[in-house]
């Protein structure tokens, strides 16, 4: 489902070499369809580099991204952006706070097509929103006329996750979408989060810095380190992970936590 071959992000590039900045060094991956993948690494270890250059927000220095056999490597975000799932760390990011929750459902699930004048609302989109947000089990499902911006952050969130996945995308992207969010509220948004990709079968990959949760989700884990992916188990291996063999991995990392519920050295 995703393929990258040699991927390297130099950031100015076009500068004197003390301000350069290598961020991913030569990465090769293979995402099957239907992995569940967790990310984990240091601060500035490359994580976000490399999911804004599957989305396309940075080109890359080299190297090549192809996406369900399609190589996107030179391909403009609006483009790819029908392949793609995407929730951020920030809850503001991902919704429009002035409009309503239809109307922002209303919008992800036409991604993707031409606007027309006949872009009007579509009541049998409505019933497909009230059954989506009523498996969330929030209650959002009556507040459909309701500005998002009055939504806290973790509903926000959860239907920043409905729409990235309303219409089934070839990819989710998760880069820290629960960082921002009480650990309470992270825990329950992230459950969500594994029951919508399990039940669509989505091929996700999801950033943390949260070493319980890598362990805890998601069928395979890659860790990053300064450009390079120092470590990528999948499998029984990866089912086995204790939580003491990946601190060894860690070095002291005071970036990653062991559990944002234990509040441990962040
Ligand atoms: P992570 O998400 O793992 O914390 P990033 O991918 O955001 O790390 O960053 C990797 C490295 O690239 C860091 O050193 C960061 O400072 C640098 N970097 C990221 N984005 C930019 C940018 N737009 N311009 C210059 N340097 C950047
Ligand atoms: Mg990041």
New binding site residues.
Partial sequence: MLEIKNLT?I??LDQAPEFQ????DNISLTIEDGEFVTII????????????MISGV?SPTSGSIIIDGIDVTNKPEYERAKYLGRVFQDPMMGTAGNMSISENLELAIRRGEKRTLRWGFKKENEEIFIKTLSGLNLGLEDRLTHKVGLLSGGQRQAVTLVMATLKKPKLLLL??HTAALDPKTASKVLDLTCRVVEENKLTTLM?T?NMRDAIKYGDRLIM?DS?HIVFDIKGEEKKNLTIEQLLKKFDNDS?IVLDDNLLLSK
């Fill in positions: 992000k950031f100015n900045k290598l961020a991913l690494g240091g601060n500035g270890s490359g994580k976000s580099t490399l999911m804004n940075y880069d820290e950033i810095h990053f450009g970036s």
